[in-house]
């Protein structure tokens, strides 16, 4: 039963995150790739976190999904947790991206969106500017991140924690229509 259950989540997180026919802002143009190095987030951190993904597509409702996240100099690391069984994790160290999967996890899962989403979440401005494709442009304050083309806006990241990996952070993806909620703390040693 428990097996049944962890396949549900996983279809569940899954439909949240990978929709079956993306609408793109703009015709034929994907919200670019950061592919940023892990040293770039000038900060090592151990985070513990509730992921809870809502897309516009989804009938069942927003998904949960329990991480862990970590950083350093050399990698990025995250762990997808459901039920209490690790469903993927993901290993960035900058250039090349491994993942360990598990085989309920449906092919169409990509896992280089999940790093493009922490990056852009996480990473200091300047660092993400600087990996932005010409005509992209990134607005940062206190509070609220905004990726933007055209005058149009593709992300918007709303923080309530300081520092930003802390506390609560909503990521609206108005591009791949979901929106993605993380609480974070900082993970015991």
């Known amino acids: 039963m428990r097996g049944v259950v962890t396949a549900l989540l996983v279809a569940g997180l899954v439909a949240c995150t990978t ?13 670019p ?6 040293a770039a987030l000038g900060a090592s951190v151990s985070l513990a976190q ?3 993904f809502a897309h516009e597509q989804d009938p069942g409702g927003p998904r ?6 970590e950083v350093d100099p050399a990698q990025m690391q995250l762990a997808g947790l459901a039920m209490g069984h690790r469903i993927l994790t993901l290993r960035w160290d900058g250039s090349r991206l491994d993942e360990e999967r598990d085989p309920r996890l449906p092919a169409q899962f990509n896992s280089a969106l999940v790093v493009r989403d ?3 979440v996480y990473w200091p401005a300047d660092a993400v500017r600087a990996a932005l494709p ?3 442009t990134l607005e940062d304050g206190p509070t609220q991140r905004t990726l933007s083309k055209n005058g149009r806006e593709w992300v918007t990241v709303r923080y309530d924690g300081t520092p930003r990996w802390e506390g609560r952070t909503q990521l609206t993806n108005h591009s791949e229509h979901y929106q993605l909620t993380i609480e974070s703390h900082v993970a015991d040693e």
């Not at 929709?19 to 919200?31: F, Y």
């Not at 790739?33 to 892990?38: F, K, Y």
């Not at 949960?64 to 996240?69: D, F, Q, V, Y």
């Open 19 to 31: 929709p079956p026919r993306p609408r793109p802002a703009a015709p034929g143009e994907p919200l």
């Open 33 to 38: 790739e950061l592919r940023l190095a892990p």
């Open 50 to 52: 509730q992921l809870v």
């Open 64 to 69: 949960s999904l329990e991480a862990l996240l």
């Open 118 to 120: 922490v990056q852009l």
């Open 134 to 136: 010409a005509g992209w």
